[in-house]
């Protein structure tokens, strides 16, 4: 019989928020694997937890997935951690998920901190819907291009960022998506915990000390592409707007219908003017 995958969060800060059950897991299971078994040796320490601990992180990922793959089918059970939050959310643990499923391996979340979540939940930004990106590329065309992409996402946008990359990264954001309002969540549930909202612009000139992981919650497009469009479409007359549908190989009913629906108007009287021409 197959061992169980268990994929445990860890505290992002404060050791006081791991729960009651990660801690039973951690101590249940044959083996952990860990994205830094130095980092992750200090936490079960703290604990007094002793588990043999296996390296689990980016580079390796590929190939430690198949062999920890291997050990739960020999029966073991075996726990996922992260440097800190959940596995799987921009941290290794997605590769090895997928090989589970396709061996049949039980998966098991441990749910715990999450350091995207907590920073969304306190920006004051609307969390209803929202759009997680995570670590944009280091790469700067790259980057532009992801933040290009999304530039009408009326969803509030989430992203992760390294201290030395934040200047640039706010720096696109204002150039690409304007001088929204953002929030800057920085070492959340740590000693330094802070929140920083404003728009881009002012917090770009009043950044001093930059120091510590942040979060950056930025608010969506007030208006959609599809918006945009209709809005364009709009401010042409008739005939152009006729004419630019005909050029998409739309057939004169469907036109019809497309401008009424564009126009929020009864479609007879979008037939009628065309009737009368």
């Not at 083996?31 to 007094?48: K, M, P, Y």
């Not at 939050?85 to 901190?113: F, H, L, M, N, Y």
Request: with cysteine; charged share 30%; net charge negative.
């Amino acid at each position: 019989m197959s061992g169980k995958l268990y994929l445990v969060a860890t505290p992002i800060g404060n050791l006081e928020d791991i729960t009651l059950r990660a801690l039973r897991i951690l101590k249940e299971v044959d083996i952990i694997a860990a994205e830094d078994t130095r980092h992750t040796l200090g936490l079960l320490n703290h604990f007094e937890i002793s588990k043999p601990l296996i390296s689990y992180y980016k580079q390796n990922e590929s190939t430690r997935s198949a062999e920890l793959v291997e050990k739960l089918k020999e029966g073991k059970d075996i726990a996922i951690v992260s440097d800190a939050g959940t596995p799987g959310i921009s941290d290794p643990g997605e590769q090895i998920v997928r090989c589970a499923i396709q061996e049949k391996i039980e998966i098991v979340p441990i749910p715990g901190a999450c350091a995207f979540v907590n920073a969304l939940i306190s920006s004051g930004m609307p969390t209803r819907e929202f759009c997680f990106l995570g670590f944009l590329s280091m790469v700067k065309k790259e980057r532009k291009e992801t933040l290009e992409e999304i530039k009408y996402e009326t969803k509030t946008l989430i992203f992760y960022e390294a201290p030395h990359k934040l200047k640039n990264t706010l720096e696109n954001m204002l150039e690409i998506l304007g001088n929204r309002n953002i929030v800057l969540a920085r070492e959340i549930t740590k000693i330094h915990e802070e929140f920083i909202r404003g728009k881009i612009s002012n917090i770009l000139e009043n950044l001093e000390e930059i120091k510590g992981e942040f979060v950056i919650i930025v608010e969506g497009n007030c208006e959609s592409k599809k918006d945009i469009e209709i809005k364009n479409l709009n401010q042409m007359n008739l005939d152009e707007q006729y004419k630019f549908y005909e050029n998409q190989g739309l057939s004169k009913k469907e036109i019809i219908k497309q401008i009424a629906k564009d126009r929020n108007v009864n479609k007879n009287e979008i037939y009628q003017y065309f009737l009368e021409k």
